[in-house]
T-cell receptor, first 113, second 114 residues
Framework: DAKTTQPPSMDCAEGRAANLPCNHS???????VYWYRQIHSQGPQYIIH???NNETNEMASLIITEDRKSSTLILPHATLRDTAVYYC??????????????FGKGTKLSVKP | EAGVAQSPRYKIIEKRQSVAFWCNPI?????LYWYQQILGQGPKLLIQ????????DSQLPKDRFSAERLKGVDSTLKIQPAKLEDSAVYLC????????????FGPGTRLTVT
């Protein structure tokens, strides 16, 4: 089973920031938080990951709380093309099967004009 | 850089028939994954290869599903015989090495079993 809890759906106005929450209260010290998204009829796409510090790349920012029990993915200026299902995944940095990605149902983000 | 290629994109078969899906990973990626995604759910890992060896096939229904990656590059996933509940999108992904969470996914094959 997935180790994360996400809201099933969210709406965001185009051009505004989209803040997607994720709870992972049972995360252990060596587990990372990964975010993927899946646009309709496409395969999932890696967005960003982090351990304890906040991370930013060209796609998004990841804010992890100090106790690491929750995180927020931020899309700073959402566009219609950001409409997708967003998956938050907790994963150990192991090789072999221990490091496999376990997807939940994610959050369906709808960006509206 | 070319992405993960999969074919066919769509397939419709009758139950009890057999079907095969093909995947060509990103060049140089040693690890290859097959996932099954049922409508409304997240992808579920079926099998993971490291080069031409199986790392994890614990979720693969081995009575009807098989997969191979003989030369450590492209891979084939087969279902024989298919059941109605096998209707899903079959996704292939690859990564440079095992132990990384950055996986690159193909577009998937949508299978409909009637």
């Amino acid at each position: 089973d997935a180790k994360t809890t996400q809201p099933p759906s969210m709406d965001c106005a185009e051009g505004r920031a989209a803040n997607l929450p994720c709870n992972h209260s049972t995360i252990s010290g060596n587990e990372y938080v990964y975010w993927y998204r899946q646009i309709h009829s496409q395969g999932p796409q890696y967005i960003i990951h982090g351990l304890k510090n906040n991370e930013t790349n060209e796609m998004a920012s990841l804010i992890i709380t100090e106790d690491r029990k929750s995180s927020t993915l931020i899309l700073p200026h959402a566009t219609l093309r950001d409409t997708a299902v967003y998956y938050c995944i907790v994963r150990g940095n192991y090789g072999g099967s221990q490091g496999n990605l376990i997807f939940g149902k994610g959050t369906k983000l709808s960006v509206k004009p | 850089e070319a992405g993960v290629a999969q074919s066919p994109r769509y397939k419709i078969i009758e139950k009890r028939q057999s079907v095969a899906f093909w995947c060509n990973p990103i060049s140089g990626h040693a690890t290859l994954y097959w996932y099954q995604q049922i409508l409304g759910q997240g992808p579920k890992l079926l099998i993971q290869f490291q080069n031409n060896g199986v790392v994890d096939d614990s979720q693969l229904p081995k009575d009807r599903f098989s997969a191979e990656r003989l030369k450590g590059v492209d891979s084939t996933l087969k279902i024989q015989p298919a059941k109605l509940e096998d209707s899903a999108v079959y996704l292939c992904a690859s990564s440079f090495r095992t132990g990384t969470g950055e996986q690159y996914f193909g577009p998937g094959t949508r299978l409909t079993v009637t």
